[in-house]
């Protein structure tokens, strides 16, 4: 997202609010949001696919709709209609190929108005064979997961992207020798890959709420977090959405400075950080363990500002449209604990994990006839969750190395946790001490936080264990 795009939607949520009637406003969120992902994706080197990415996208936000719909929900007047929407949006978007590049909202030109139709019609007989297939739609929901998690293996795994890459590019008779993993952005993919896992796992345990497919889509794809989140839960943003406000001034200045904070964190602080911040270049550069610890507490504060910045902006442009979406930081690097850490770090991803990846393994270890022990119960869950933490980000070994140092960070925490418990509630005699404690505890979690951004940070597994041991004087 641009200070264009954020502009753009400020003023649209003006407009939004003054004008439009309340009828309006769930289809306004639902076209604009389908827009919005053509105009936010990014340049594609692989011809036409800044286009196909996004219809790709809706696409797999209707197939998730029709798995992940009660059984008792049949399609009706609305449904039809949305569908009848998004076609006509794609269409329009097409038909930017006859505009000049300045008005254009795709990056480049879009494909010609006839294999959009083919595209399109294509894409609708395959979800019509979908939704007529003789099974019982609980049993489309596991399909359908396993299809977004192989997409997103492709996606976040280098050499498989690279062979992606090369295979769409012999396909648009383009030179396969110039292939690359980082081609395929598909952007948004890692955030709404997650609502939809989300939304399928809460029909099968029966917590989903009925969503009409214009909620759905609107939820899965809703512009303000659709590149980088927060990660909302369908209840509650269907919560919101069923009460949309109209023009509130006090709603109008909270979103509003929470943007202006959000660009000054994004492209003041981060953008000015970015300069100094660890990187494979400069630590190839740095001559001495002071300069590296420099450039590494530089990167912890760099990636702190442009993340948490976007997501204020994301959460203010929300709240002027009267989403509220979910907070994702509350001050991490001034936690006690790395427990605390991750409570307050990207919480909603927390969150996430927390409850699809923690909470079902915990209950698979404990349904065995022989039942872990609690130490390796949290041993096997805390490391097993941190590596799908790291993997979200990147199929490689330099994440999950920062899962592993995660993991092992919140098992030892959890271990001395229940074995200092008394102690510590002794302390609530004596506040000093108790504050002095406190205070060693945020420098010895900021520093353990600091020393995994080693990880996350650089390109190789070989080059982050050579910071690694330079920043104590061994490289």
Known sequence: MTLTH??????????????LPQHWRKWALFIGSVLAIFWLQPPVRIDKFDFVFPVGTLALVTLAWLASRDAEQQWTREDVVSVAVMAACIVLVSLGRYLQEDFRITPSRPPALPQVAVMLISVLIVLALVDRLPVGRKRLLLPVALLILALFVILKTEALAEEASRWLRDMMGQPTHLARASELQWLGFSYVAFRLIHTLRDRQTGRLPVLSLRDYVTYAIFFPAFTSGPIDRAERFLKDLQALPGLDPARLTQGGMRIVIGIGKKWVIADALAYMALNDVKAEQATSTAGLWLLLY???????????????IAIGIGQLFGIKLPENFSQPYLKRNIAAFWQSWHITLSQWVRFYVFSPLSRFLLTRKRKPSP??????????????IGLWHGV???????????????????VYSDRTRPFYIGLRARPRLMRAIGIAGTVVTFHFVLLGWVWFALADIETSWDVFLRLFGMG
């Open 298 to 312: 530089v990167y912890a504060f760099q990636l702190y500002f442009d993340f948490s910045g976007y997501s204020d």
């Open 396 to 414: 490689t070994w330099t994440f999950v190395a920062w899962g592993l140092w995660h993991g092992f960070g919140l098992f030892i925490h959890k």
């Open 375 to 388: 130490t390796f119960l949290a041993l096997v869950c805390q490391v097993t969750t941190m590596i799908v």
């Open 6 to 19: 954020i502009i753009v939607f400020v003023a649209a949520a003006l407009l939004y609010m003054t004008l």
